[in-house]
């Protein structure tokens, strides 16, 4: 396991879960889509304001997902080398993807707007992932990129549907012994 760098988006992103009042109950009540709200309206002008946009939203979208996949029992893995190419999140993990790709979500947060880094990216990941549509995005701002995408955004914020599609995709895949959100 690499050592995590410090990032002061991460900091600040776990430091106001830690301090806030209405994300435990939220977590307990299973109203990710909630949390994901609270955060965005409460710390994405502040987190947007240190760095480049992309940059910031890829690493408050990476933090929060790891953190809701965690609280909703989801088995994944994140930020793996796996044959070369690296991969955001894995749900439920590359063992999976080995043996049977249709159950393996690969969640991709590229950080860019630009289309082309975005199309490389994705590139990449299909030579892993044969099952196209199991390559989902986090973007910055809406971008036609073919594939199921999650924006993270103040207006037009999809992303709080995120961790109700992953359960989704999940239970449907059957690798969630847990089931705990019931869809």
Same mark, same amino acid.
């Given at each position: ?6 990032? *002061?988006?991460?900091?600040?992103? @776990? ?8 994300? *435990? *109950? ?5 109203? @990710? ?9 409460? #710390? ?14 890829? =690493? ?31 749900? *439920? ?14 969640? #991709? ?35 036609? =990129?073919?594939?199921? $995408?999650?924006?993270? $955004?103040?207006?037009?914020?999809? @992303? ?8 989704? @995709? $999940? ?13």
């Amino acid at each position: 396991m690499q050592e995590e760098e410090a990032n *002061p988006i991460k900091d600040y992103l @776990f430091e106001y879960i830690e301090n806030s009042k209405t994300i *435990p *109950p939220l977590i307990v009540e299973k109203k @990710f889509d909630a949390v994901i709200e609270d955060i965005t309206s409460n #710390c994405y002008d502040k987190v947007v304001s240190m760095g480049e946009k992309e940059e910031a939203v890829g =690493v408050l979208a990476t933090g929060l997902l790891h953190y809701l996949l965690t609280n909703a029992l989801i088995t994944s893995q994140r930020k793996i080398d796996y044959a070369g190419v690296d991969i955001d999140i894995v749900v *439920p993990d590359t063992k999976t993807l080995e043996k049977d790709a249709k159950k393996t979500l690969l969640v #991709c947060i590229p950080k860019s707007k630009d289309i082309n880094i975005i199309n490389e990216r994705i590139a990449r990941l299909e030579k892993i992932q044969p099952e196209k549509e199991n390559i989902w995005l986090v973007l910055s701002e809406n971008i036609q =990129v073919g594939k199921k $995408s999650f924006v993270l $955004s103040k207006e037009n914020n999809s @992303f709080s549907k995120i961790i109700f599609e992953i359960a989704k @995709f $999940s239970n449907v895949g059957g690798s969630n012994k847990f089931k705990i959100l019931r869809i």
